[in-house]
């Protein structure tokens, strides 16, 4: 039997319910619960359209607050020193963190502070296309650990609603060659088994009842 998926679904949102839920965050019009709400609401709606359209497989791991490279970094603690400030007392990344790795403003950074906020990460071209990503930074003693569960979240989001869904992420060497080394000495490629793994083994963990299918749909999502 075939089934029918697809690679992600436009997060914008028909009436670009996003771009404008982000603008007033930023601008402090619109508290955090406020921006997940929103961000839940557009998740909802786009699965039930792509269900309605006879899709089998919904996808997740395609709704990102910037870019889907910066969740990437986040997701595995690829996150530059400059920007601990942001993180949580556990040592996590937060939104803030996204936020200042995105535009390098943080919420303690308004007015005279403003001046001394960590600069952004680069941003810079997707392949050939107009659309854009932020560059992650690989430091020489890189290491990958899972430090953001917005996908696993989203997962139990979806099934919560009734969903079947597959994971969409990044590939390994797709997520290295993106980046660059910020340290003399920086082999991206050597440690593409280590990312990888990492994410294979909080997915399967995150599926203990079916751990054979979260393997099967984290290695048949990539794009490497």
């Not at 990044?170 to 593409?192: F, I, R």
């Not at 979260?214 to 990539?222: D, H, K």
Request: with cysteine; aromatic share 10%.
């Amino acid at each position: 039997m075939a089934l029918a998926h697809t690679l992600g679904f436009p997060r914008i949102g028909a009436d670009r319910e996003l771009k404008k839920a982000l603008e007033s965050y930023w601008k402090g019009d619109l508290d955090q619960d406020g921006l997940n709400r929103v961000g839940r609401q557009l998740r909802a709606t786009h699965w039930q359209l792509q269900k309605d359209a006879g899709i089998d497989l919904l996808p997740v791991g395609d709704f990102a607050w910037y870019d889907q490279v910066l969740s990437h970094s986040l997701a595995f603690g690829v996150v530059p020193e400059r920007f601990d400030s942001t993180l949580d007392a556990g040592g996590q990344p937060t939104l803030d963190t996204l936020f200042a790795m995105a535009r390098g403003a943080t919420a303690a950074s308004c007015g005279s502070a403003h001046s001394k906020a960590p600069y952004a990460q680069e941003l810079t071209k997707w392949f050939d296309t107009n659309y854009h990503y932020l560059v992650p930074e690989f430091s020489a003693d890189q290491s990958f650990k899972l430090s953001w569960n917005q996908l696993f979240d989203e997962v139990e989001e979806a099934k919560a609603l009734g969903h079947n869904v597959k994971p969409v992420i990044v590939g390994p060497l797709t997520y290295l060659w993106l980046g660059k080394g910020k340290s003399k000495g920086v082999a991206t490629t050597s440690t593409s088994s280590t990312c990888w793994n990492a994410c294979c083994r909080s997915t399967t963990k995150s599926s203990a009842a079916s751990p054979n299918k979260a393997w099967n749909g984290c290695r048949s999502t990539s794009r490497s």
